[in-house]
């Protein structure tokens, strides 16, 4: 894996391919930043991964933020050759010994991208907290954790539950039958409704400022989107507001 120092256009960076190793971005160190930027102070370079195609930020989301406020269009970053997973790996461990100290949610993410992955779950709890740089009982614990939530049954009888009765007695209900229904396929008066697919979603996420939020729904999805967003918002609101009168 290769490195180069280069100046980016910020528009060049994609921030939504979950290589956010933070919980939230903190609004009062982007405003520290972004005066640091505005007075002439250089700060570390951010970090990026490129596959040839796109360059994913890996670490600096505050500092790229901050770039961001002052209007900005270039910062400078390190370049290292790799893809988006390689950017998601190496920001697990970000921000361990500079930047803003890690909050404990922060940790727990960054442990739990590794944990819910099919291919980085295999390796090692040592393994996992080195490259999270975090302490191995942090990765056992939340590996248990995940392991019993897996595990444990929803129910003991789940077709079964107890009620009270209007005399007082107790008596038990067979739910196993409770939804279903005889010829409701799809020309019957009432069908049952089939289960929509899942919507394809992103990784933003977004600063609490709206107008920061809107420069990465831009950045990250492009002009069109973020037109068709504003109708789909307007259109929604005026509804709600409607449904609320």
Known sequence: MTTDKQTLNLDQIRIDGGTQPRVAIDQGIV??????????????????????????????????????????????AYVHHGTQRDAILYSVGANATHGLRRTNGDKRKAVLTLLEDDE??????????????????????????????????????????????????????????????????????????????ALAQTHLNLPHDPAYGARAIVAAMGEEYAHRLIESLTTYLREKNEGDS
């Open 31 to 76: 405003d520290e930043y972004a005066e640091q930027y505005s007075t002439g102070v250089d700060l570390n370079p951010v970090v990026v991964f490129h596959d040839g195609a796109t360059y994913w930020l890996a670490d600096g989301f505050h500092r790229y933020w901050a770039n961001r406020k002052i209007k900005s269009d270039y910062i400078f």
């Open 120 to 197: 980085w779950s295999k390796w090692s709890d040592s393994d996992i907290a080195r490259q999270c740089c975090v302490n191995q009982s942090t990765v056992t614990r939340h590996r248990t954790s995940l392991m019993q939530s897996i595990s444990e049954p929803r129910s003991t009888n789940a077709s079964t539950r107890t009620y009270k009765t209007k005399h007082g007695t107790v008596a038990t209900m067979n739910t196993a039958k409770i939804g279903r229904h005889r010829n409701r396929g799809p020309d019957s008066p009432n069908p049952i409704r089939q289960p929509r697919p």
